[in-house]
């Protein structure tokens, strides 16, 4: 009903759609209708379309909901617990001893609603998620709002919530079956990383993604350490082996890879494979540096990823944005690599590429969910805005970030979250913080 009033016409001082790629609209207005972007015109024009309701947003920015490729959310209640060591330290001793002890239902609804809350705050409207009880977040995800892809946990040793890689797979069939009441969902499969999952394991992940039509999300060359021991154990670099075993592609998504050769690079390419970049949690547990510049230049999709609050210790993809724009200079040893502009499209439309979700989301197009941030501009720390977009990437923090839409609904209205009570979710995360280090203490 293209007639009908627009739910909402929304008058900000600046427009970025990102695609097309490199524009800044000034003066424009975005109208919504039915959660999806039904307008976006020349203010005066815009202004004469009939609207339900209208916003003047002066000296905001507004852009597409950003997309965090890669988490585990539950972990943010990990925040802080074990720092400072290298990833197969802090994995073995310290990581993968507190998950066998602590996590539940309750851990990861929990944990969930914590960093689902952090995100909308800093203005993600999709994010990734893999860890335990899939099933727990996902509901979460549908409670407050936001989109998610929610990837079925597949190891090789017994975890929380499944003891065998049957029970994984049994409880992804389950979380399947109840996609129709969870709109904004969609399923992945996790498989951990190479050194976790086996041949037989990954054989199977891969045969029932295809059957089920979803995508694999991995750890995928995160250290240098992984590629070695994976060389010498079978002669082969990881990426190649999966290259081997059929299980690249366009559905697959490789998290991190910090060490790539000219071999691994023109595998990536050649078999459409997205590359989830994590410049912090790299950064912190000294993995590596991943080489964006080149990647983006051969034709490989980048999208960014904060990885979970337990190795960054934030959900803030706008400043993983920012340090990803900055590594990326440094890495390629060019200034030029990976300006504002394309940073602010991997952290939005390259992320939902790799997720599957760019028909739906990841730039401001009529007919595209009305999945929208607005930032203000306005502050000391902004002025003077010659260019909202390197003000954004460069000089601005999530906490300018006022209002988040997600299908048009507002989740973050004026700075104020509306689908959670803030205060009793601080206290409940607390209460577990203090039961945690009760435990650590008496153990
Ligand atoms: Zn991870």
């Known amino acids: 009903m293209s007639d009908a009033p627009l739910d909402l016409l929304l008058l900000p001082r600046w427009i970025v759609p990102v695609e097309p790629a490199g524009v800044v609209l000034e003066h424009h207005a975005l109208g919504i209708r039915d959660g999806r972007i039904a307008l976006i015109?020349?203010?005066?024009?815009?202004?004469?379309?009939?609207?339900?309701?209208?916003?003047?947003?002066?000296?905001?920015?507004?852009?597409?909901?950003?997309?965090n490729a890669h988490g585990h959310a539950a972990m943010s209640l990990f925040r802080?617990?074990?720092?400072?060591?290298?990833?197969?330290?802090?994995?073995?001793?310290?990581?993968?001893?507190?998950?066998?002890?602590?996590?539940?239902?309750?851990?990861?609804?929990?944990?969930?609603?914590?960093?689902?809350?952090?995100?909308?705050?800093?203005?993600?409207?999709?994010?990734?998620d893999m860890y335990f009880f899939p099933?727990?977040?996902?509901?979460?995800?549908?409670?407050?709002?936001?989109?998610?892809?929610?990837?079925?946990?597949?190891?090789?040793?017994?975890?929380?919530?499944?003891?065998?890689?049957?029970?994984?797979?049994?409880?992804?069939?389950?979380?399947?079956?109840?996609?129709p009441g969870l709109p904004r969902v969609r399923l992945a499969f996790g498989p951990h990383a190479p050194y976790t999952v086996g041949a037989?394991?990954?054989?199977?992940?891969?045969?029932?993604?295809?059957?089920?039509?979803?995508?694999?999300?991995?750890?995928?060359?995160?250290?240098?350490?992984?590629?070695?021991?994976?060389?010498?154990?079978?002669g082969e670099r990881p990426l190649a082996r999966l290259a081997r075993a059929g299980a690249l592609g366009p559905h697959f998504q490789a998290v991190h890879v910090t060490q790539v050769n000219d071999e691994d690079m023109a595998t990536l390419a050649a078999t459409g494979t997205h590359v989830l970049h994590c410049p912090e949690s790299n950064l912190k547990l000294a993995s590596g540096f991943c080489p964006v510049e080149r990647l983006w230049q051969a034709g490989v999709n980048v999208a960014v990823g904060t990885d979970g609050a337990a190795s960054n210790n934030d959900l803030d993809l706008l400043g993983e944005t920012r340090t990803a724009a900055l590594l990326a200079k440094a890495v390629a040893g060019s200034a030029t690599a990976l300006d504002a502009h394309r940073a602010l499209r991997m952290a939005t439309l390259n992320g939902a590429r790799a997720l599957g979700l760019d028909a739906l989301t990841g730039s401001l197009?009529?007919?595209k969910a009305a999945d929208l941030v607005g930032v203000d501009l306005s502050g000391l720390a902004q002025q003077p805005v010659y260019d909202p977009v390197s003000q954004l990437i460069y000089a601005t923090g999530r906490e300018c970030i006022r209002h988040v839409w997600v299908d048009g609904r507002a989740l973050l209205a004026d700075g104020e979250l509306t689908q959670v009570d803030?205060?009793?979710?601080?206290a409940t995360v607390r209460d577990w913080g203090m039961r945690m280090r009760l435990g650590a203490s008496g153990a």
Do not use: N, Y
Request: proline content about 5%; glycine content about 6%.
């Open 41 to 67: 015109a020349p203010r005066e024009a815009a202004l004469r379309e009939p609207a339900r309701q209208t916003r003047e947003l002066p000296d905001t920015v507004l852009i597409p909901g950003l997309v």
């Open 80 to 128: 802080g617990f074990a720092d400072d060591l290298p990833l197969m330290t802090w994995l073995q001793q310290h990581i993968w001893p507190l998950e066998a002890r602590w996590v539940s239902e309750a851990f990861v609804r929990d944990g969930t609603a914590l960093a689902a809350a952090e995100q909308v705050r800093g203005g993600v409207t999709s994010f990734s």
């Open 135 to 179: 099933e727990v977040a996902a509901q979460v995800a549908h409670e407050q709002g936001v989109r998610a892809q929610v990837c079925i946990p597949i190891i090789d040793f017994p975890v929380p919530g499944a003891k065998t890689r049957a029970d994984a797979i049994a409880a992804g069939r389950a979380l399947r079956e109840a996609l």
């Open 200 to 234: 037989d394991s990954l054989q199977e992940t891969m045969a029932l993604a295809r059957e089920w039509d979803i995508r694999i999300q991995m750890h995928v060359h995160e250290t240098a350490h992984e590629v070695e021991e994976a060389v010498s154990l079978h």
């Open 365 to 367: 197009e009529v007919g």
């Open 422 to 426: 803030e205060a009793a979710l601080i």
